[in-house]
């Protein structure tokens, strides 16, 4: 299966977008199945986009990219 890039816009977004879901009731594994990511991968993204908004996120992939 071909591997799918997210860029922070859509990590945002669909990180928002569980969060909602969540406060609802919904269970995380319905809440990734909808989202069509992985549980894992949802944890990953809370850890570093959790509570940023797009720009910062946006700022913050420049700057790892500007590292290597």
Sequence with gaps: MKRKRHSPD???LKLR????MLNQGQSVDNVC?????SAPKDYRWQQLYGGMKATEAKRLKELAEGNF
Excluded: D, H
């Design 10 to 12: 859509q990590i945002i």
């Design 17 to 20: 977008t569980a969060e909602q």
């Design 33 to 37: 199945r909808a989202l069509e990511v």
